[in-house]
């Protein structure tokens, strides 16, 4: 190669997902509202997106029109996805004819931040219950449940 030639270096897969969620910003601001509502922070989420594609070469795959309909609910749902809160997962699946989509699938821990943030839950409790354990449901005002270790 001489000195004026330069070597034309095609884009990652990744490189092109960064530069399609850098895109999505000026569509996603139009959710801006609900987001603030939510206090969903665009920038760490792109970041916390781009990590997470980073991380798996399936996600890289996915259509980009699953990954705009993921980072929406995410808005939406005001929900980090794949970061320590695991809130949220991005998983990749694939199709039948070979193509990958990228699925939302909200955590445990999501479905808590929502039910609290939106008021609908007052308090949640998990308990370990053996086999053995004796559990009686009284359903009325307020529902009771009570549970009697073996």
């Given amino acids: ?17 960064r530069a399609f ?15 603030a509502e939510n206090n969903w922070n665009y920038k760490k989420n792109v970041g916390l997106v781009i990590h997470a594609v980073s991380k798996s070469p399936k996600l890289q795959l996915c259509t980009r ?12 749902l005001g929900l980090e996805p794949n970061s320590p809160m695991q809130e949220a997962a991005l998983v990749p699946y694939k199709q039948r004819d070979g193509t990958y989509i990228c699925t939302l699938q909200i955590q445990y821990q999501g479905m808590i931040a929502i039910g609290y943030r939106t008021k609908i839950v007052d308090d949640i409790a998990a308990h370990i219950i053996y086999q053995g354990d004796k559990i009686d449901i009284d359903y009325g005002r307020p529902d009771e449940i009570h549970h009697h270790p073996a």
Wanted: net charge negative.
């Fill in 65 to 76: 029109e699953s990954l705009y309909k993921s980072f929406k609910d995410l808005a939406v």
């Fill in 1 to 17: 190669m001489t000195a004026t030639q330069t070597q034309i270096r095609q884009p990652s897969q990744f490189d092109v997902l």
């Fill in 21 to 35: 969620l850098n895109e999505c910003e000026k569509i996603v601001m139009e959710l801006a509202p609900l987001a």
